[in-house]
């Protein structure tokens, strides 16, 4: 199945208002490509939404579907804001991932995007 | 009786002023309305009176009215944003309610009102 | 004595320059006007002086005087920004009330001035 | 449906050990028989399994099963020692129950069975 | 009316069971005797019932009536402990005073009963 | 391979002292049997060596090995305890589960070895 | 004057209960006899009173009177037990003196006197 | 001497760039000159040096003189930033100083400099 | 071996977007060259990639290579965005470096640059 | 020259009293004699004294000798105790050593000696 087919939608039911929703998942991990370790972060999702929601079960289980994927930090952000885009349409949306320490160096990546 | 009329004001005494008032409220809960299990929430809310102001403790008494309603994140926020703008009928308004992890994910919906 | 009295007032001595004063009391208490029950606050101030400084001592006392008298949290904060600014012509003054929880909601009221 | 028949258990897998389990559930909530208003408490269940074990879901759901009692801090606390221990057998077990702050203050009530 | 006459009690439900009950009120305020000025404390309650626990409101109230009191740290948190104990006769009580800093110095008084 | 198989040893310098280890991964994660689902714990290892070391990359390398696997709390909790004893024979072991909320609940499992 | 003549006590007026006061004081400083650099210190003070209480402001002065002294950690804190032990002959006392960071390194000193 | 003459600078290596350097002192202590009594504040100084940045151990030995000067919290303020800027020249300069609790509330001030 | 060629890059995948990439590595030292003392800093990186990223472990390695390097903060801090910016030739780059306490006083510099 | 001739000590002033002293480094490194990578930790020492102290500054070179030696967890944690007990012959001593996050896992080794 294509990872971005778990993802589901519900209908906006104030789309006359610009209001904000914030998704924040702690317990995201997938696999460096390199040394095949796993990797831990927090994603954030903060995004405007205009005819559409991201159904919140979904989102979880598109999340878990990284868990044995081999990918690097800035890759996986980028491809989760351009799933979550192309699925829900939102007027505005971004991603922040906070990885925990590998080497003794923490990572956040942070990306946007505007309609 | 109906939700807004649980929702009492009195007399805004410094109306010349543009000041700030902000009620936080850690104790709302709910019902998700597809599980059947209770949600909960921290409910922020901010605003700036016009000749009006909300009363503290008819604002608790209708937080306490959707203790058993069956109602998602994303419409909670947005009709206690309608009812509060409907008694109160302020200069600005925000409501910003922080929902406890569930399935792994915290969420925050944001939504204001200018007039 | 009228309350506004106890407020003393040095000469600033830097008025060439708008410099920040911030004072933060985390003791103020009054009375609740419908309860007769003790309500409890932090109250900062923050100012630009311009010819005159509020003494901290007389600040403390004016503070103190509101101990047993019963009024709301708007007017109180209100009342504060008002005597202040009467007694020390500030160029700029905010006051920032935090007030406890009470029936499960804490409050904060916040009022400027501006010359 | 009598609220005790909500749990249930399954085999200790590790009954020649004395260990411990602790369950944290912060979402607990029932209602002041006095005011009518809604409490909320953070249950704190720590026990040690004789041949029994609770099971997790069924935990929750009986905490649920208070949202619309009536009923003091010290009776919860103890009503919910005596039914996990009816069901569950255990070895020791406690119960701290953490109340919100009512009336500017927070209560805590601790109860203890061992064999 | 004499301040321990405001305290309240009610039967203790589970007298078979040592349990443990601790009250906390972070708003106490008495004042100075030798400066005139208010002192403000946290005051804990710690004790296990016998036949009688203290009610929660009139405990509130009865904190209340030392407000215009003038009493030093050691004798207020001794005198609290010897009214509930008179009036509830806890098998154990336990009262920990702390209170805010003066003149650069933080202070806590901590007094037990045992039966 | 068999999983205790992965952890490795290395010889103690110092047998003739009682001197504590611990070693906190709060990275864990293995799969709910009941859901599928994954969940997120730390595990905290505390032991006193007696000939034996446990090698903190193969400690690693084992926790990883539980990551697709369904296997219950208190279970886990046990077999780690286990298979560790039966690799280094310490004097004292112990391990501290501390497991993600599930269901608003967070739960943690304690058990401990003694030579 | 000498430094101990600074300390006043005033009379227990609970001397049948053995209760405990603390008192902690984080503006200590010293100066360093070998650098005369500032020391910077939290002191601790902890007793059971017998006959006679620290009064508060005394104690302020006492631990001001150490500001130009050259002094070393371990002997300021037995100093300081040293003479408020002759001064108001407790059951039992404990200074606890945490010095602030030198050369990356922290500092605590504890010492106790029991009768 | 004269306290501007402990200051010391060096030569900035890179003016070309509006770098920004920033200095927090938690140990900084001066006099109050009505009540002879110990002052204690953080000085957190920050800068865009031009052609001079401060040496840092001068600056501990310049705020160290202020040790047992009597002044107000307002001007000490001040005269920090007024010799600061005389001996060092930057392109920007803010001093911001944090007073401890004095009489149950604690003080900020906060002055700026642009060239 | 040149400093600068320990670190590596690798290509953008998203050179069409701005986005942020943050690295923070709390275990940076060097050595001061006044006293030879270890000094110990928090070293961010942020930065928005043009064609090229920075390689995580590379970025490690030239970190410590200033391990047994006499280098002042200022210098350290700028020397440290100057490589930086030319091996990845970023749309924006800013380095904030956290040093400890040295003699009470902690130290931040922070350099930025644009394209 | 020896580690442990960097150790310098001085007499005890106070023999006739077991007191305790706590020294908390928290810029301790080493090498790691696998990888060659730097290890970071916080070195706790807790002793009793009985004829001798450690001098202060002399603790941090001897701690500063370890910055580019490879020795293990267990090995320097152990070797530290020896030689502080070895200069200073102390009634107890205990020492703590937190280390940094590798491989997603922090270690702390405690050890003891008691004469």
Redesign the interface.
Known sequence: MNKIDILETFE???PE???????????F?SVCPKTG??D?ATIILEYI?DKL?IE??S??LYY?SF??DGIF???V??KILEDLVTVCKPRFMKIVANF?????????????YKK
């Open positions: 906006n039911q104030y208002r610009n209001y904000k929703i914030i998704h924040t998942a702690p317990e991990t370790q796993p831990f939404p929601c919140l079960k989102l979880k878990n868990r044995n930090y800035e890759n952000t980028n925990n320490v590998r080497g003794g160096i923490s990572s956040e990546i942070i990306a946007e």
